[in-house]
């Protein structure tokens, strides 16, 4: 089994959805992160938490929400989504270094 | 802040040598890393360095001067399935949150 697993692995919605990407965790890390991926851009941090009471905004949050519901469990939430939320996501979670999941391609239309 | 730079894409032949370089401009700092992506999968780590000097596993080395703000990446007797991106990483002190900060990575290919 995979140590992090992401939930869906990809996923086209229209613009105005509701959607939620899930992740969970088998490392036993009280850290996990959200990442977003672009073409040219490389990974940029959405959000982050360093345990189910502590959440935090990263550098490209607005648009986004995050629910720690477990130590395990970090999901990723865009309320209303836009065609420029269309990019790779990755959930991760870290002790010393980072362990990605496999990534979610959303596709907002 | 942090400021991050790598080439955006490198070529070279299968069996040659290649390194990649970063520089970094970071408010503290507490590590780098190299990661490996395939397209369109994950990331997965290769190296992290923390002191200054040369590191090497296997095929891969990984080099850094804290002076210089310098890291490469040197991949020896390259494979075709070396193709991927080389996503350098660095780990600052500012804000106690100590999480890493990626580059845009490197494209590499390899051809035969």
């Known amino acids: 089994d995979a140590d992090v697993t992401q939930t869906p692995r990809n996923r086209i919605t229209k613009t105005g959805k509701r959607i939620m990407l899930e992740c969970s965790q088998t490392k036993g890390h009280d850290r996990m992160y959200w990442y977003r991926q672009d073409p040219g851009l490389g990974l940029r941090l959405i959000y982050y938490s360093f345990d189910v009471k502590d959440i935090n905004k990263g550098e490209i949050s607005d648009g986004y929400s995050v629910s720690r519901q477990a130590q395990a469990k970090f999901s990723l939430s865009l309320e209303s989504a836009i065609p420029n939320q269309t990019a790779l996501y990755f959930c991760?979670?870290?002790?010393?270094?980072?362990?990605f999941g496999s990534g979610t391609q959303l596709s907002v239309l | 802040g942090q400021n991050i730079d790598q080439p955006t894409e490198m070529t070279a032949t299968e069996g040659a040598i290649v390194q990649i370089n970063c520089t970094y401009q970071?408010?503290?700092?507490?590590?780098l890393f190299w990661y490996q992506q395939h397209a369109g999968e994950a990331p997965t780590f290769l190296s992290y360095?923390?002191?200054?000097g040369l590191e090497e596993k296997g095929r891969f080395s990984s080099f850094l001067s804290r002076s210089k703000g310098y890291s490469y990446l040197l991949l020896k007797e390259l494979q075709m399935k070396d193709s991927a991106s080389y996503l350098c990483?660095?780990?600052?002190?500012?804000?106690?949150?100590?999480?890493?900060?990626f580059g845009r990575g490197t494209s590499l290919i390899v051809h035969p």
């Open positions: 991760a979670t870290s002790g010393e270094k980072l362990f």
């Open positions: 990483a660095v780990r600052p002190t500012s804000g106690g949150s100590y999480i890493p900060t």
């Open positions: 970071t408010s503290g700092f507490n590590g």
């Open positions: 360095n923390v002191l200054d």
